[in-house]
C-alpha cells in the first residue's frame, strides 16, 4: 500500500506560480514512476508529468511543457510539481499518483498507475 497526500494548491493569478507536494509513504520503494495529473469541472482526469524515482527521467504533456517541472527528493519521499506562468486553463484539482508497474516514465493513462492522493485544487484567475 502507498499512501500520497498532496498540498499546495490554492488561487494564483495569471502568470504566476506555484509549487505543489506529493508526499509519499507505505510501500515507496516498489514504487517505479510517479506521475501528476489534473481535472478540471466537466472534464475528464488528464496527464499532466511523470518521474522515475531511480533516474532522472521525465515526461510532459504538450499543454505544460516548458512551464510545469516535475521533481523529485528521495530522501524526502516527495514528488514536486512546479508550475509557472499558469494559465487560466490551468485550473483544476491536481492529483499526484504512484506507478508500481511499468519500467517506463511516458505512462500517460490513468489506469496505468496504481495509488492515488486525494487531490488539492489550483485555481487559476485572469
Known amino acids: 500500500q502507498v499512501h500520497l497526500v498532496e498540498s499546495g494548491g490554492g488561487l494564483v493569478q495569471a502568470g504566476g506560480s506555484l509549487r505543489l507536494s506529493c508526499a509519499a509513504s507505505g510501500r515507496t520503494f516498489s514504487s517505479i514512476a510517479m506521475g501528476w495529473f489534473r481535472q478540471a469541472p466537466g472534464k475528464e482526469r488528464e496527464f499532466v508529468a511523470s518521474?522515475?524515482?531511480?533516474?532522472?527521467?521525465?515526461y510532459y504533456a504538450d499543454s505544460v511543457k516548458g512551464r510545469f517541472t516535475i521533481s523529485r527528493d528521495n530522501a524526502k519521499n516527495t514528488v514536486y510539481l512546479q508550475m509557472n506562468s499558469v494559465k487560466p486553463e490551468d485550473t483544476a484539482v491536481y492529483y499526484c499518483a504512484a506507478d508500481m508497474r511499468h519500467t517506463i516514465v511516458e505512462v500517460t493513462t490513468t489506469w496505468g498507475y496504481d495509488y492515488w492522493g486525494q487531490g488539492t485544487q489550483v485555481t487559476v484567475s485572469s
Open positions: 518521474i522515475k524515482w531511480s533516474e532522472s527521467s521525465t
